[in-house]
């Protein structure tokens, strides 16, 4: 692939610009700015961190791909108290790496290409090894999320993106520190639609994405637009797609895009136009956000089904876990009642630069289930997600200090904030905010807290849900200043007029925090609906109205929500 002609025409660049340059000081990494360019910067105090790659046995390669990739001073220099952390590969790492890509030589990389090597190998601040092996997860300068695990095998090293290898840490230079690595990452350059063509086998399902439109969108990675204020909106997109090989294909007799439309033809029972029904069928392998195959299937307890919401409107597919399965290949199945199928393991959980790539067994057609609980995480959308530092969305596990981000601009709320406001300082109006251990059981280790006062109202869009009669339960955070509500000492307990699409016949009245039996901080689930039924499968707007009047006199007063949870009834 030519990695310059694919970053620009997926504005990857752009995207890594724009982290840098919020990140960082604009002449540090604007090298035709550079007033040090293609000379060798250094301090009268120690070496920073190129010199002092230079000064040290067994880096020879990667001193050479900085120079490369103009990048050495960009490393060296610290202006206004920049610093980094720099996980530098030693030669051994390099060559290995060289292998892995297919080369002989740093020269037959592309420029741009080593540029994104060195930024995915860069971390903004100095990172001291204590701190380091507690943390999770780091934010380099192309702006992705490196994971870290510490080898609890070999003392004092750590596995990243469970591809790199620490094998020392936090060597001293004069703007950073240096942690070397015994084998390197891999960039992610690539989109989704990049790993679909790179495959060779799925000829099919590029020329489908191509005739539908996603090819594009499957290809994008930011857009950046000036908002009315003149201020730089950046929107990240993630995805992840269920491909189909060409042989898989050829199993269910289609080995063109014709037959591909043939077989759809023959099952639709409603006269829906042909391109309607290819865009249905693509739309259905595609979720609007990331996955891996263990997220996808992952739901509390064992041997149950998921349901999820693809990007086909109106329909959903299944994943059933089995927790007796002892390969890989056979943990998860995907629409198990209807034409089953499984993740190849050896082509799935493929990382790319804005999502998934997972490989299926079966051709996937779409299918209505029969019920099955659906989990909804409010916190669960693209939009949200642009707006939440990358390390702090949907943590693993739950964080040592609680982290707070306002998402009211994001377009998954519809809200409008009460006219007497709130008093609450603690929360903004829409807050994502993630748990620590005394709140260790919401599901993500996050909730979304709404703050929006007295009449104030929220409305959004649920995940789809398969036609039929449910039980409906609110898991919320209870904390502390939340007593007045629980024994409604002070208004009336958090009062709410709920509804879903606005009918008369699914609105209650409820107070969810009256039903909290303890009044010690934890995660609580509350009966909103003993019974609803939903007569068509689809997405419906879930709303509420905040009709207890301390949420604007009371500064305690906030709505924490974890998730809800659909479960259905025989």
């Not at 694919?6 to 002449?27: E, N, P, Q, Y």
């Not at 993106?161 to 950073?176: C, I, P, T, Y």
């Not at 067994?361 to 289930?369: I, Y």
């Not at 059981?441 to 996050?446: G, L």
């Amino acid at each position: 692939m030519n990695y310059l002609k694919s970053f620009t025409r997926h504005a990857i660049c752009l995207a890594s610009a724009a982290v840098i340059f919020a990140a960082c000081d604009k002449d540090v990494f604007d090298i035709n700015t550079d007033p040090f360019k293609n000379e060798v910067y250094s301090t009268t105090l120690s070496s920073p961190i190129s010199t002092f790659l230079t000064e040290q046995e067994g880096f020879g390669e990667y001193v050479k791909l900085l120079r490369y990739a103009n990048m050495f001073n960009a490393l060296n220099q610290s202006s206004s108290g920049t610093s980094f952390t720099a996980f530098a590969p030693n030669d051994a790492a390099m060559r290995d790496f060289y292998h892995r890509r297919g080369v002989d030589s740093l020269e037959q990389l592309s420029r741009e290409y080593a540029r994104q090597f060195v930024l995915y190998h860069t971390v903004q601040d100095s990172i001291l090894p204590e701190a380091f092996v507690l943390k999770k997860s780091v934010q380099n300068l192309s702006g992705d999320v490196i994971n870290i695990r510490i080898d609890s095998e070999h003392a004092g090293q750590a596995i990243l993106n469970d591809e790199g290898r620490v094998v020392e840490m936090g060597l001293s230079a004069f703007n950073g520190k240096v942690y070397v690595l015994s084998a390197a990452m891999t960039p992610l350059v690539e989109t989704v639609f990049d790993r679909v063509q790179e495959t060779g086998h799925s000829t099919l399902m590029a020329e489908a994405l191509r005739v539908t439109g996603w090819a594009d969108k499957l290809s994008t990675v930011v857009d950046t637009i000036v908002n009315a204020d003149h201020k730089i909106i950046i929107t990240h997109y993630y995805y992840t797609l269920l491909n189909v090989s060409d042989a898989t294909f050829a199993k269910a007799g289609i080995s063109s895009l014709e037959q591909l439309r043939n077989q759809l033809r023959s099952a639709d029972k409603e006269g829906v136009a042909d391109d309607s029904l290819l865009r249905e069928y693509v739309g259905y392998h595609i979720l609007s956000n990331q996955y891996t195959t263990n997220e996808l299937g992952a739901m509390l307890g064992s041997d149950v089904t998921r349901i999820w919401s693809p990007s086909a409107n109106n329909q959903v597919f299944t994943v059933t876990y089995d927790s007796l399965a002892t390969e890989e290949a056979n943990r998860y199945v995907i629409n198990a009642s209807g034409v089953p199928a499984r993740f190849v393991p050896t082509s799935s959980n493929i990382l790319c630069k804005n999502g998934y790539l997972h490989e299926v067994d079966s051709w996937m057609p779409v299918w209505e289930p029969e019920q099955a609980a659906v989990l909804w995480d409010l916190a669960d959308y693209t939009e949200v997600k642009n707006l939440v530092d990358a390390e702090y969305y949907q943590p693993s596990e739950p964080t040592s200090s609680e982290q707070r981000f306002r998402i009211a601009t994001a377009t998954c709320f519809e809200y409008e904030m009460g006219e007497a406001g709130s008093k609450n300082r603690n929360y903004s109006d829409i807050d994502y905010v993630t748990c620590r251990n005394n709140l260790k059981d919401a599901h993500n280790h996050d909730r979304v807290v709404f703050n929006v006062g007295y009449m104030g109202k929220v409305s959004m869009r649920t995940p789809t849900i398969v036609r039929g009669k449910y039980k409906v339960e609110l898991t919320l955070v209870f904390m502390t200043g939340n007593n007045f509500m629980r024994q409604q000492s002070d208004g009336n307990g958090g009062m709410l007029k709920m509804t879903f699409d606005d009918n008369d016949a699914h609105t209650i009245f409820t107070a969810p925090y009256t039903k909290v039996p303890s009044a010690l901080p934890g995660v609580y689930t509350s009966t909103l609906y003993e019974e609803i039924e939903f007569p068509e499968t689809a997405s419906h707007r879930f709303s509420f109205v905040v009709l207890d009047p301390a949420a604007s006199t009371n500064s305690n007063f906030s709505l924490q929500f974890d998730c809800i949870k659909f479960t259905p009834i025989e």
